[in-house]
């Protein structure tokens, strides 16, 4: 049984939690927060990461969304009242609490699948072809001056990471291509300021690219980057690209995934435009340089593809 909450704990309750955490948030658990952020916290549950974050944000690959009822009736500047890094956290019965003020009730919570569809129908690489130059010219009006998604910004050892993982990923031979990203990773790995170093970002997005594209060869290559990358970044961009490598991914780029399957050319849509300016909004840089890291990877992957005769 829970007990009342009590007087001056704030309360919020989940309204989804992705299935790649919702299995830390049964068992009895303690961990701590790790970060926090107006909107979101990251909270280290028995060694996992798990993202607090306004439903404003959207579903992800960590993330447990919290209704806005909060939001909207309190004039908090966080997420929950004096959250801070290193307090505690402790999980029992489907509510987790965070510090001395902070009670998350997740029992109600709907689960949310992160796992990406493929977008089928791959002979279709033409339309392909056509909706990567319409990614790269609203990245070119849009991304920030330091993402990697502009060939300018890249330090030396970005440009060289990359064009490795363009070589890996273009290699025919499966086993050969994920030796080879697994060193571009190693390059790339924790390059960058941030919770997720913009390096990791560009893996996660080539990730994401072979999970819609060719799924066949997405388990070498996740397996390979992931390998190379721990003990080299944090803990948290370690977690996202776990899950990249698994196929998942947050809410917009399901909707690109969707846009990019549409029978239609998918090349100059709202819903192609629209999937794309929603990740671009994700951090400071992170949904720039993983849309770089995508648009690589897509671009490399196609060319194992037969060319469409449409």
């Given at each position: ?7 001056g704990v704030v309360r919020r309750s989940a309204v989804s939690v992705s299935r790649r955490v919702a299995p830390l948030l049964a068992p009895p658990a303690r961990g701590s927060v790790l ?202 961009s370690e977690a996202y690209l776990e899950a990249a490598a698994a196929g998942e991914a947050g809410e917009a780029w399901h909707r690109l995934a969707a846009a990019l399957g549409a029978r ?47």
């Open positions: 049984m829970i007990s009342p909450t009590p007087a970060a926090t952020f107006t909107r979101s916290a990251y909270v280290e549950i028995d060694s996992r990461i798990v993202v607090l974050a306004d439903a404003l944000l959207l579903n992800g690959p960590l993330n447990v969304l919290l209704s806005l009822e909060h939001a909207q009736t309190r004039q908090e500047a966080g997420l929950c009242d004096g959250l801070a890094p290193g307090m505690a956290a402790t999980m029992r019965d489907g509510i987790l609490d965070l510090g001395p003020s902070c009670r998350i009730d997740i029992r109600q919570a709907r689960l949310w699948d992160p796992r990406l569809t493929p977008i089928g129908d791959t002979g279709r690489r033409a339309r392909m072809e056509s909706a990567l130059d319409a990614i790269r010219t609203i990245l070119d009006a849009g991304a920030p001056r330091e993402s990697l998604a502009r060939p300018r910004a890249r330090p030396p050892r970005a440009e060289s990471g990359m064009t490795r993982l363009a070589h890996a990923l273009r290699t025919g031979d499966a086993q050969r291509a994920g030796h080879l990203a697994g060193q571009a990773a190693e390059e790339l790995a924790g390059l960058g300021p941030g919770l997720t170093p913009s390096g990791d970002d560009v893996l996660a997005g080539a990730m994401i690219a072979a999970a819609v594209l060719v799924p066949a060869r997405a388990g070498i290559l996740g397996e390979r980057i992931v390998a190379a990358v721990r003990g080299r970044t944090t803990r948290i239609r050319n998918p090349a100059g849509s709202t819903d192609l435009d629209g999937a794309v300016r929603q990740i671009m909004a994700f951090g400071e840089t992170s949904g720039s340089d993983m849309l770089a890291g995508f648009v690589l990877g897509m671009t490399e992957l196609l060319g194992h593809l037969p060319r469409s005769t449409e």
